[in-house]
């Protein structure tokens, strides 16, 4: 069953009535099948519509939807005979942070990214998508493992931000950051990096700093939140829409802006509605941009990541 945001409410009436109307036809067999189409047709048109319009503030609250795919849906349904590999060789397994091998059609490759959970005990467990240090130094690890081995890299970024607990600052969560973004500029086979929700911070930047930078449609990309940042300009969080507004954090805006290379359009009412559908449209996307690079030796990758960075902001 969908959860439905504020901004749904009108297209939540229409589909509740569709229910209702369903209802009725099965249990007392009365023909109400014109209506019902005719609602379902209304109800799409208002759901396309509402979609097609939304404030940067309302991709926020899509991008943040509890029913939203995350890693392993992606995993599950966009590549294949996925291999885990855990733990960062020093101190522990990050659940923030997944990744191992895996194959994308007949293409082997490394693939890492965060993991949120879908309800109270797998977020939890997950951290909520909040990676510590350990989470980026396994990162780092799988990196480094497939340089080693020429394997392409694909992140799938998902996380409000790196995890800013006392202990992951003890651990050295600004250094384990900035060596994983590092590791990602440094890498000398093919990165294809997603925002595939928040991409929150520097905890998104460290696994997103490749040569392809893809973005949902409806994923937000940001410095910081918009919370965040309405309570340090306005000192009140309640002015996270005009934050939102303001800071130029949608796919849209990115792409106009040159801070991403690419959308991939979402099924219509954002990705929690067919989660399967949007792993697979991602894969292909994916697979489009790694026939690209794979054409590229070690030096030209190295060099459009360099160019692409260099160029930033220019």
């Known amino acids: 069953m969908i959860s439905y945001l504020e901004f749904e409410k009108p297209v939540a009436s229409l589909e509740l009535r569709i229910k209702e109307m369903r ?3 099965s249990d007392e067999g009365v023909d109400v099948a014109s209506e019902i189409e005719r609602l379902e ?102 990196m480094e493992l497939a340089g080693r081995f020429g394997l392409p890299v694909v992140t799938l970024v998902d996380t409000s931000g790196a995890f800013p607990g006392i202990e992951a600052e003890e651990r050295g969560q600004a250094e384990a950051i900035a060596r994983s973004t590092e590791a990602c500029l440094g890498l000398p086979t093919p990165m294809v990096s997603v925002i595939v929700g928040e991409g929150g911070s520097g905890g998104a930047v460290a696994l997103a700093s490749a040569e392809r930078v893809l973005m949902l449609e409806h994923a937000v990309y940001s410095v910081i939140s918009p919370e965040g940042c309405a309570s340090i300009l306005w000192r009140t969080s309640d002015k996270a829409a005009d934050a939102a507004q303001a800071m130029k954090i949608t796919a849209q805006h990115l792409k106009r802006l040159g801070v991403i290379d690419r959308i991939v359009k979402e099924p219509i009412g954002g990705a929690h509605r067919d989660p399967q559908g949007m792993a697979i449209t991602l894969g292909k996307a994916i697979g489009e941009e790694l026939d690209k690079l794979g054409k590229m030796d070690s030096a030209a990758i190295l060099e459009l990541r360099e160019k692409r960075f260099l160029e930033l902001g220019g």
């Open 41 to 142: 047709v209304k109800s799409g048109e208002l759901l396309a519509s509402t979609y097609a319009s939304l404030t940067p503030w309302q991709k926020t609250q899509v991008a943040r939807h509890p029913q939203r795919p995350h890693f392993r849906d992606y995993i599950e349904h966009a590549f294949t005979d996925f291999i885990p590999l855990g733990g960062d060789r020093n101190f522990a397994d990050d659940e923030a942070i997944l990744g191992g091998f895996a194959k994308l059609g007949d293409r082997r490759v490394m693939v890492v990214g965060h993991e949120k959970g879908h309800d109270t005990q797998s977020r939890i467990k997950h951290n909520f998508g909040m990676g510590k240090p350990e989470g980026y130094r396994k990162a780092i690890r799988l």
């Open 23 to 25: 209802a009725l036809e």
